[in-house]
């Protein structure tokens, strides 16, 4: 999958949401799905970058996206459905969810660890993608077929002193996407997979390892050949799978 070349018009006619739209993995990613033709649902916190990840778009030409202003710190159930019953009206329907957005919380042992922000770790990185995927769910089902990603980290498959929260919370996210898979095997035209992008250049990197130099690590752009695949028709019998990107 390394190498997967994608056909220019993958994503034609696809409606797919992106969490974490606004900058990093999900800023690259987003821009990519919208290049194979798909109409993007741009999901973030922080609305200025939204609007220039929406601009991007916009000024290459790519199908007119859409901005959804959310905080996953705080956002309440009643936000979900609203999300989803805006997205019915103006779709009618869910071709795919990248869940990308997530946070890193502290780097400390666990017997020091602050509970408040255990709790923000596993709200955005777990309880977000839970609720979201959950309120769409009767979108995704009206789509001919529709693929959810879930994003990991090597962390979330051997634990690592002081990765805290974050560890486990990636162990949560392997652990719904199984969960989530063998309930739609065989009853469904959903399919859900993870992705461990592997080490990549964004600002989480940076923060995780401040001694590293960027630049020995890829950039975003280089490891989209797994997010195209896992997102378009070629990854069909795909399902309960968990990949590395690099
Ligand atoms: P990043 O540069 O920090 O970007 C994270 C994205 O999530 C940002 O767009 C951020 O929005 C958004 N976000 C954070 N909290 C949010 C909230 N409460 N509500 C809505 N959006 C929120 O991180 P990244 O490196 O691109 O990581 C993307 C995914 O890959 C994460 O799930 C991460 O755990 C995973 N990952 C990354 C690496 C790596 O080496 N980079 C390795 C393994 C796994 P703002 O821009 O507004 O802050």
Redesign the pocket.
């Known amino acids: 999958m390394f190498d997967y070349q994608a056909p220019a018009n993958l994503l034609q006619d696809k409606v797919i949401l992106v ?9 690259t990613a987003a821009i990519s799905y919208a290049a194979h033709g798909a109409t993007v649902i741009l999901l ?3 609305l200025d ?1 939204l609007e220039a990840v929406y601009d991007e778009i916009e000024a290459a030409g790519y199908p007119q996206p859409a901005l959804v202003p ?4 705080s956002a309440p159930e009643h936000d979900f459905d609203e999300l989803a019953s805006t997205l019915n009206q103006e779709f009618g329907r869910l071709d795919g969810i990248l869940h ?4 890193l919380g502290v780097r400390t042992p666990l017997s020091s660890y602050d509970p408040v922000i255990w709790q923000q770790v596993m709200q ?2 777990v309880t977000a993608p839970f609720m979201l995927t959950q309120a769409l769910m009767p979108l995704l089902e009206k789509a001919e077929n529709a693929s959810i990603i879930f ?1 990991s ?2 962390v979330g498959r051997q634990g690592r002193a002081f990765w805290g929260a974050y560890s486990v919370s990636k162990f949560a996210t392997e652990g719904m996407m199984q969960v989530l898979a063998d309930e739609l095997e065989n009853i469904s035209n959903i399919r859900c997979n993870c992705i ?5 250049r ?4 940076t923060t995780a390892y401040p001694a590293e130099n960027p630049a020995d ?1 890829p950039a ?1 752009e280089e490891i989209m050949p797994l997010y195209l695949y896992l997102m378009g028709n070629d990854s069909l019998t795909t399902n309960g799978q968990s990949l590395n990107a690099q």
């Open positions: 969490t974490g739209a606004g900058s990093g993995i999900g800023r973030g916190r922080t970058k959310l905080n996953l710190d990308n957005a997530g946070i955005v990185n994003t980290s090597g461990n992008p592997g080490a990549t964004t600002q989480m990197r690590n975003a």
